[in-house]
């Protein structure tokens, strides 16, 4: 199976930039989805096919894939940025669809 | 407004059955492929199965093939997944999502419904 890794829990001060990845063997050749999962709720699709945004995602989040890594980053991070976030891509060679495990994300 | 309500969980005994139903309103579950993934207590997501916008494939995770059918019924404009020989593993809550994008990304999210096994 394909395996994608996320760092378990992570920490950013408030109002800094919050780098969260996913990294999988060449990832970068595969479009990934990132969602937020505040305790208690159900997820929210933050960033889809690697950049996009969906409406009403404030600009803050963005989204980058390259080689092994995809990234998200949350600019001027706030006291309700903290949660879940989670990767998300398909395995065409498993048809299989993929989540990274999640990072817990904690703003200082 | 899109939405899913996601309904039938309980609790069942290992090796029992359960058929989830999901009902979908302002989108049609005949154009989208639409997906369960579930959610274990205290863990994170695992997709579950999907079904392709015109029902000609269904694919599984490895974890409940055999084990678990998704359908759906059109003119109701509904999501099935039928869970048969349940597992203590299999308890979580279970989503019911449609794709949008290529490969499919999740933009309406019901609050799930519960499933507990248990003996």
């Known amino acids: 199976s394909y395996e994608v890794t996320q760092p378990p829990s992570m920490s950013v001060a408030l109002g800094q930039t919050a780098t969260i990845i996913c990294g999988a063997m060449n990832i970068g050749s595969r479009n990934v989805h990132w969602y937020q999962q505040k305790p208690g709720q159900a997820p929210v699709l933050l960033i889809y096919k690697d950049i996009r945004r969906p409406s009403g995602i404030p600009e803050r989040f963005s989204g980058s894939n390259s080689g092994d890594t995809a990234t998200l980053t949350i600019s001027s991070a706030q006291a309700g940025d903290e949660g879940d976030y989670y990767c998300q891509l398909w395995d065409s060679n498993t048809a299989s669809l993929v989540f990274g495990g999640g990072t817990r994300l904690t703003v200082l | 407004q899109m939405q899913v309500v996601e309904s039938g969980g309980g609790e069942v005994q290992p090796g029992g059955s359960l058929r989830l139903s999901c009902g979908a309103s302002?989108?049609?579950?005949?154009?989208?492929?639409m997906h369960w993934v579930r959610q274990a207590p205290g863990k994170g997501l695992e997709w579950v199965a999907l079904i392709w916008s015109d029902g000609s494939n269904e694919y599984y995770a490895n974890s409940v093939k055999g084990r678990f059918s998704i359908s759906r019924d059109i003119s109701k404009n509904m999501l099935f997944l039928q869970m048969n020989n349940v597992r203590a593993d299999d308890t979580a809550v279970y989503y019911c999502?449609?794709?949008?994008?290529?490969?499919?990304?999740?933009?309406?999210w019901g609050q799930g419904t519960m499933v507990v096994v248990s003996a």
């Open positions: 999502l449609r794709g949008i994008a290529v490969p499919d990304a999740f933009d309406v």
């Open positions: 302002g989108f049609s579950v005949a154009s989208h492929g």
